[in-house]
C-alpha cells in the first residue's frame, strides 16, 4: 500500500518568508552521493524482532556517507549562517539553538530537503523506499552552536522522527569535541542508566568518523540513543537534520507529535517559537492526511462486496484512525515544557510512542 506523493506546501506559513538571493540548488554540482561502509541494524544493538516490525527498515544508523559535494557544503553553509537569527534559542545558555521548517526560508535547502537524488540514495541504503517526509517541519533542521561552550550537558535523547539524516556542515577536524555519538545499545538500555545516575559505559559510545563537511549518517533516530558531544573549546559547528518517511502507510508513523504550551513562561522571551507554533500544527495535520490518502486508497481497491455491515465499518475505520487520532490531539491539550522533556525521554516506551 503506497500513498501517493505529497504536495510540498505551494506558500510559506505567515510569519516565514524565502532568503532573497540565495544559491540555486543543483544536484550535478551540489551532491557527491558516496555510499556508507558500514551499517549497523536495529538488531545489532539489541532490539528484538517484535521492536524491528514496526519500523519501515531494519536500520539503525550507518557510518560516514557523503552527501554534499564542496561546492554543495559552501552553499549551504553560507544559506544557514543567514537564517540564524531566526533560530529559537532556548532559555537554557548550555542548548544549541535550533531552526526548525528551514525548507519555508530557504528554497536551496527546501530543494536539497526534497532532492529526489538523494532520497533514492537513502532508499537504496536502507532497503526501502523513503520519501522526504510530508512534514515539512522536519525537513531541514539547522543545529548552531552557542558561541561560548558552557558547563557540558550530557545530552543524550532520541529522536521522535523516522528515519533521519544527520549532515556535518562545518569541518569536524578542526574542532575539540562536538562530535555525532550514539549508544551501542537499546533505549531502554540507556534508560536504565540514566534511572540509577549512571553514565553511559564509554565503550558503548560510538563515535563514528565523519572525515568533513558533507558527510552524514543516516539513522532511525527514535531507535538510536544519541547526542551531539559538547564542545569543549568554542568553535564552528551546524548540523543539518533531515527526515524521510516511507510512503507505505502499513508501517507505523513514525512522527510524533506533541504541541508544546508556548504560554510557557521558559519560552515567551523568543518571538520565533510563536511563530514555529502554527507551522506545527497544519504541518503536522498535513502528515496525517498524507497518509491517511494511502489507506483510503487501498479501501477504494479493496473493499469487498459484502453486507457485513460491521466489517465494512472496521476498514472505514482504520482507514481514518490516525486522522481521528490526529483531530483528538488538535483539539486537545498543548504540552507543558517539562512533559515535552519527559517524552524525549528515553524511557519513552513504545507503545506511548504510538498513541499520537
Ligand atoms: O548535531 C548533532 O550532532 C545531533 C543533533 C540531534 O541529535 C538532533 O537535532 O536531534
Ligand atoms: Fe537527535
Known amino acids: 500500500m503506497l500513498t501517493e506523493p505529497h504536495f510540498f506546501p505551494g506558500e510559506a506559513p505567515p510569519g516565514y518568508s524565502y532568503l532573497e538571493d540565495e544559491p540555486e540548488f543543483d544536484p550535478r554540482t551540489d551532491l557527491q552521493l558516496e555510499p556508507p561502509q558500514e551499517l549497523t541494524n536495529l538488531r545489532d544493538l539489541g532490539y528484538d524482532t517484535g521492536f524491528e516490525i514496526d519500523f519501515p527498515s531494519p536500520l539503525a544508523v550507518t557510518s560516514a556517507l557523503r552527501v554534499l559535494s564542496d561546492t554543495g557544503v559552501e552553499k549551504t553553509r553560507k544559506v544557514i549562517k543567514r537564517l540564524l537569527p531566526h533560530a529559537v534559542h532556548s532559555p537554557d545558555p548550555r542548548v544549541a539553538p535550533v531552526l526548525h521548517g528551514a525548507v519555508y526560508r530557504s528554497r536551496f535547502l527546501r530543494d536539497l530537503s526534497l532532492s529526489p537524488e538523494v532520497a533514492a540514495f537513502f532508499s537504496e541504503i536502507a532497503g526501502t523506499d523513503l520519501v522526504p517526509t510530508a512534514l515539512p517541519f522536519n525537513l531541514a533542521q539547522i543545529n548552531y552552536v552557542h558561541p561560548q561552550p558552557e558547563q557540558a550537558i550530557e545530552g543524550w535523547h532520541h529522536d521522535d522522527t523516522g528515519l533521519s539524516m544527520l549532515l556535518v556542515v562545518h ?60 564542545l569543549w573549546t568554542p568553535g564552528e559547528r551546524y548540523t543539518l537534520g533531515s527526515c524521510y518517511d516511507s510512503p507505505d502507510p502499513e508501517h507505523t508513523a513514525p512522527n510524533r507529535t506533541y504541541f508544546p504550551d508556548e504560554t510557557d513562561t521558559d519560552h515567551l522571551f523568543d518571538p520565533e517559537t510563536q511563530v514555529e507554533r502554527l507551522c506545527r500544527y497544519v504541518d503536522f495535520a498535513r502528515h496525517k492526511a498524507w497518509r491517511a490518502r494511502g489507506r483510503l486508497d487501498a479501501f477504494l481497491r479493496e473493499v469487498p462486496w459484502t453486507d457485513d455491515r460491521e466489517l465494512i465499518v472496521r476498514q472505514l475505520t482504520e482507514a481514518v484512525r490516525e486522522v481521528v487520532e490526529a483531530v483528538n490531539l488538535l483539539r486537545g491539550d498543548e504540552t507543558g515544557t517539562a512533559q515535552v ?7 519513552e516506551s513504545r507503545g506511548k510512542r504510538r498513541m499520537a
Open 171 to 230: 569541518d569536524p577536524s578542526h574542532l575539540d569535541g562536538g562530535r555525532f555519538q550514539y549508544f551501542h545499545g537499546t533505549r531502554q538500555e540507556a534508560a536504565g542508566y540514566a534511572r540509577n545516575r549512571l553514565c553511559l559505559p564509554a565503550d558503548r559510545v560510538v563515535s563514528p568518523v565523519l572525515p568533513g563537511p558533507g558527510y552524514a549518517v543516516l539513522m532511525q533516530g527514535s531507535a538510536l540513543v544519541h547526542r551531539d558531544e559538547p
Open 341 to 347: 522533556t519527559q517524552l524525549r525521554a528515553p524511557e
